[in-house]
């Protein structure tokens, strides 16, 4: 099993729906949360963490769920340029690595 | 001026030629990383730098060796590389190395020959 999974997509969703997606993962013991954004050909860029109360900015909302090991992100009101893959992360505090999700593909269409 | 900086962009090499990638950041961070983004497949760390000593090599073939001269620059020399290697590499740093969020540079699209 990986240690992230993540749905490849793409998702194609029209403009103003609300979109979400998950990320399941199999190392109970980890400890920080993250999704990234990335453009394409540009690079991963940090779209928020994710705590244990859930975390929400703006039209976004993560929440974690340690119980079933997984991770969401929710989309209100979605825009043209909120099109790009969203990147599941996971770090341990025993070590330095993140690990990271294939991602998610996310299409917003006009 | 970007946080974290990366040359060149794009790089087409020989398998049998050596060249080198630079990155810098500006952010006052103590961990650096290389990473590897293929296409489809999930980032797959190569290297950790934190205080200019490295603390990862995630079982990197020798011929990228990396260089860390301080906690603000970072190399990734390459030479005789493999078609397979071709890839996007990203540079990252972090204000420590407790696996807590990171900053990318842009990356440089490899492409071996």
């Known amino acids: 099993r990986k240690e992230v999974e993540q749905d490849p997509g793409p998702f194609n969703v029209p403009e103003g729906a609300t979109v979400a997606f998950n990320c399941t993962y199999s190392n109970s013991a980890s400890q920080s949360f993250f999704w990234y954004r990335q453009d394409c050909r540009k690079e991963p860029k940090l779209l928020m963490s994710v705590y244990s109360s859930g975390n929400e900015d703006g039209r976004f909302t993560a929440q974690l769920n340690r119980a079933s090991q997984y991770i969401s992100l929710l989309i209100r009101d979605s825009k043209l340029s909120d099109s790009a893959t969203y990147l599941c992360v996971l770090g341990e505090n025993s070590n330095y690595q993140l690990i990271w999700g294939a991602g998610t593909k996310l299409i917003i269409k006009p | 001026e970007t946080g974290v900086t990366q040359t060149p962009r794009h790089l087409v090499m020989g398998m049998t030629n050596k060249k080198s990638l630079k990155c810098e950041q500006h952010?006052?961070?103590?961990?650096m990383y290389w990473y590897k983004q293929s296409a489809k497949k999930p980032l797959e760390l190569m290297f950790v730098?934190?205080?200019?000593?490295?603390?990862e090599n995630n079982s990197v073939p020798s011929r990228f060796s990396p260089e860390c001269p301080n906690s603000s620059h970072l190399f990734l020399h390459l030479h005789t590389l493999q078609p397979e290697d071709s890839a996007l590499y990203l540079c990252a740093s972090s204000q420590e190395v407790t696996g807590g969020s990171a900053f990318f540079g842009q990356g440089t699209r490899l492409t071996v020959v």
């Open positions: 952010l006052g961070h103590n961990a």
């Open positions: 730098y934190n205080f200019k000593e490295q603390t």
